[in-house]
């Protein structure tokens, strides 16, 4: 019996709380739409059970290492480059390394620390809802923006976080306050339906993904905060 229950709970991927408000409506729309029509009954039950998949949380096991810098979402690793930081995150106006991942509408949307550290300061900008995919997004979109101070050896340095809505999101979530304390892979925050999260990184940390790599939060190891050793390499196959 055991057994059972450890297989179903892994099976049955937990939901966040934040869809539960979406799940009661699908439900609701299931039921008067079967009422009358019993095929549009069914559509609203099959989107109900996707809006269950996408707002799942499914457990994730960290890698821990000093200077590693883990995924904040799950998605697609869709640019990596050297650029000037968003002003409103108020870090140096210095090039920074760039790691964007993009999150399509099935994949998980809870968004997780990528270092071990304190939130200095959280930053809301109002903005546009361009496809999250593109450069441009980073500036024109609505977004929201967390630095986090964190250590390499005996240096402080401070990270930048942004979640980036996009064309079919609209709504940014965070569940956490400048001054708080995290662990890396903790869940902060959420966006909903699809967008993009950006990591902004001391210029000489290594990159260890690829473009078009599929990372996964929490799980996924970005990049070495700790500059030197080769570049990795990737080919498609």
Not at 36 to 64: H, K, M, N, S
Not at 108 to 126: A, D, L
Not at 190 to 200: P, Q
Request: charged share 20%.
């Amino acid at each position: 019996m055991t057994d059972l229950f450890e297989t179903m709970r892994r099976v049955l991927v937990p939901i966040h709380k934040e869809g539960y408000p979406f799940i009661a409506i699908g439900i609701v729309l299931t039921v008067l739409a079967g009422s009358f029509v019993q095929a549009l009954g069914w559509i609203f039950f099959l989107l109900t059970l996707w809006v269950c998949y996408f707002f799942r949380d499914p457990e994730r096991v960290v890698p821990v290492g000093d200077g590693l810098v883990i995924s904040p979402a799950d998605g697609r690793v869709n640019l990596i480059s050297t650029v000037l930081p968003p002003l409103e995150l108020d870090l140096p106006a210095e090039p920074m390394l760039r790691i964007s991942v993009f999150m399509n509408v099935f994949d998980c949307h809870v968004n997780r620390v990528p270092v071990t550290g304190r939130i200095e300061q959280i930053h809301y900008t109002p903005g546009l809802f361009l496809n999250a995919e593109l450069d441009k997004a980073s500036e024109d979109n609505e977004r929201n923006g967390l630095v986090i101070t964190t250590t390499r050896g005996g240096e402080t340095l401070r990270i930048g976080v942004v979640q980036i809505a996009g064309l079919v999101a609209r709504r940014i979530v965070d569940w956490v306050k400048a001054g708080e304390s995290l662990t890396v892979g903790d869940r902060f925050g959420l966006i909903r339906f699809g967008s993009r999260v950006d990591v902004y990184l001391p210029a000489d940390a290594r990159v260890l993904v690829g473009l078009g790599q599929k990372a996964v939060a929490g799980e996924t190891v970005l990049a070495d905060l700790r500059a030197g050793g080769p570049v990795r390499q990737f080919r498609r196959i």
